[in-house]
């Protein structure tokens, strides 16, 4: 038996190269909305000089703790934008925890709106995707979701 050998050539169709445009409004601001538990929080970014105000107030003001001020400026710090982006923030619903949340996936959103090169690295770190968690409702003969009433033999 003769050994003979096929060769294939692979064919490869010209990949089409998608340019992604920024949204941006008249204005010079992206908007987005960013969702956690039960708040809701509405984000509009701009270029500016690293003011972010959330309902009015101060982001410092606003969420007290350290740890909640760390969680909203983690896109910031990620993709080096803390200092050039203006932030206008108004949130609802739900506890401080969860408000937190949600504007650090409305940045984050609307960040890759006003500059769409920051998309792969937000998405690497998780920023872009919604937490579906969401508090499990009470049931019938129990004391809360899964929480049974203490049993007494006699």
Do not use: C
């Not at 003011?51 to 993709?79: A, D």
């Not at 998309?119 to 979701?145: H, N, P």
């Amino acid at each position: 038996m003769e050994n003979t050998e096929i060769k294939t050539e692979a064919v490869v169709a010209p990949v089409e190269v998608i340019e992604v445009l920024p949204k941006i409004d008249s204005l010079g601001r992206s908007y987005a909305t960013g969702k956690r538990k039960n708040s809701i929080a509405r984000v509009w970014v701009s270029a500016g000089t690293g003011k972010i105000v959330v309902n009015g107030k101060e982001s410092n003001k606003y969420f007290t703790r350290p740890v909640l001020h760390m969680v909203i400026n983690q896109p910031l710090v990620l993709t080096n934008k803390s200092s050039t982006m203006d932030m206008m923030i108004t949130v609802s619903g739900g506890g401080l925890s969860g408000q937190a949340g949600a504007v650090r996936h409305g940045i984050s959103k609307a960040l890759t709106l006003f500059d769409p090169t920051l998309r792969a690295s937000l998405k690497s770190e998780g920023f872009l995707t919604r937490d579906a968690r969401i508090v499990e409702r009470k049931k019938y003969g129990r004391a809360k979701a899964r929480r049974r009433y203490q049993f007494s033999k006699r």
